[in-house]
């Protein structure tokens, strides 16, 4: 089976900074693209970013330029670097990705549980 484990939320004042973590981990053949969604209270999940195996990132316009997305292909594992924090941030974090499990097999989406990010003073 695959999993996939977020890490690095927290408690954070405005304009500070975290990272996030996410690894896959278990039967993977290969990884595609790779990402980060957010879901505050009473309402919709919504990308964050998005990097592909072999592509350039992709940001919702209400985190480029604070937000950096990042992928290490060695260690499953895809970042997600956040400056410049502000309260309307707050939300869960959730790792997703699209991954290929044997040769033969087509890519399923798979998602972490989520990590709490609070942004406020």
């Known amino acids: 089976q695959v999993q996939l484990v977020e890490s690095g939320g927290g408690l954070v004042q405005p304009g500070g900074s975290l990272r996030l973590s996410c690894a896959a981990s278990?039967?993977?053949?290969?990884?595609?693209?790779m990402g980060w969604y957010r879901q505050a209270p009473g309402k919709q999940r919504e990308l964050v970013a998005t990097?592909?195996?072999?592509?350039?990132?992709n940001y919702a316009d209400s985190v480029k330029g604070r937000f950096t997305i990042s992928r290490d292909n060695a260690k499953n594992t895809v970042y997600l670097q956040m400056n410049s924090l502000k309260p309307e941030d707050t939300a869960v974090y959730y790792c997703?990705?699209?991954?290929?499990?044997?040769?033969?097999?087509?890519?399923?989406?798979?998602w972490g549980q989520g990590t709490q990010v609070t942004v406020s003073s």
């Open positions: 990097i592909p195996s072999g592509s350039s990132p």
């Open positions: 278990g039967s993977i053949f290969r990884l595609y693209l």
């Open positions: 997703n990705a699209n991954i290929q499990v044997a040769l033969a097999y087509v890519v399923g989406a798979y």
